[in-house]
């Protein structure tokens, strides 16, 4: 990270206190690097919690306000907790962001209710606690942003990662939802979708009987790098959008999802879907 001695006093997140979970890794550490650069107080807190803290203690090295965390998404009184914490020492939460994920990809046919269970527990679950948690707080200032991450995965069709696309897609509704509800008690929602994005979940994630190589190595698109992703997420929640769609390949695909019959766009997904399938380990 570079250094951020000269904080952006005229940025809007200046002096603002952000939590983002799932910190210590991608997309959540390049928000909170960004955000730092901009003059906010982060709190990065992760499953690792001892990663959180190494991150937290790089960017106070170079200059910014952060803190770590360890917290489990999935435990929704360790994130009240976690809330109230911040609240107590910062005196006020401006943006909780829901980052935190996990993906499983391989076939429904392949997975066990574990696997299922686990990544809407994660996905899903995870983001239910951080709105219970913040959400009155931020009604109570009658100000706050609660930004979600989603994914293309929650607005188009993602065979191979079916229980992933049911997290993103019910975070979406939870979403859009929650921001019409919210708008008028001066509380914004915002949810971000983004395509393929260059972090440790491509690489380190679990695969159910496929062969990871081989559909790594046949990805049509290159991956952005998440600082690119976290200034593009940032440049939307300061727009205040409602659906913060990141890479052109996820916003052609979203604009293609919406103007093409869904025939089209159901045939076009199981198309893709059968270079995907060649990488399968079990006999079909
Ligand atoms: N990378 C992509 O291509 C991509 C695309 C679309 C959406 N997303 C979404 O972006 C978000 C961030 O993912 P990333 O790509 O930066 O992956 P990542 O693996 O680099 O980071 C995810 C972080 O979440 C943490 N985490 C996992 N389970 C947790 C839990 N139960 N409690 C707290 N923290 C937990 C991990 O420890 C990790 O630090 C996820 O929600 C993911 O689904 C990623």
Known sequence: MSSISIVDTMSVFNGRVAI???GASGIGRALAEALARE????VLADLRGERALEVAAEIVKSGGRARGAALDVCDAAAFAALVAATVAESGRLDYLFNNAGIAIT???RDMTLDDWNRVLA?????????VAAAYPVM???KSGHIVNTASLAGLTAHPGLVAYAASKHAVVGLSTSLRAEAADLGVRVSVVCPGLIDTPIITDSRFVNLDREGVLADLPFAALPAAECAQAILRGVRRNRPVIVVTWVAKLTWLLQRLLPSRLTAWIARAVHRRVRRHRRVAT
């Open 139 to 141: 009604i109570a200032q």
């Open 122 to 130: 994660v996905n899903l679950h995870g983001v239910v606690h951080g």
């Open 106 to 108: 391989g076939e429904a």
């Open 39 to 42: 003059g906010a107080e982060v």
């Open 20 to 22: 983002i979970t799932g």
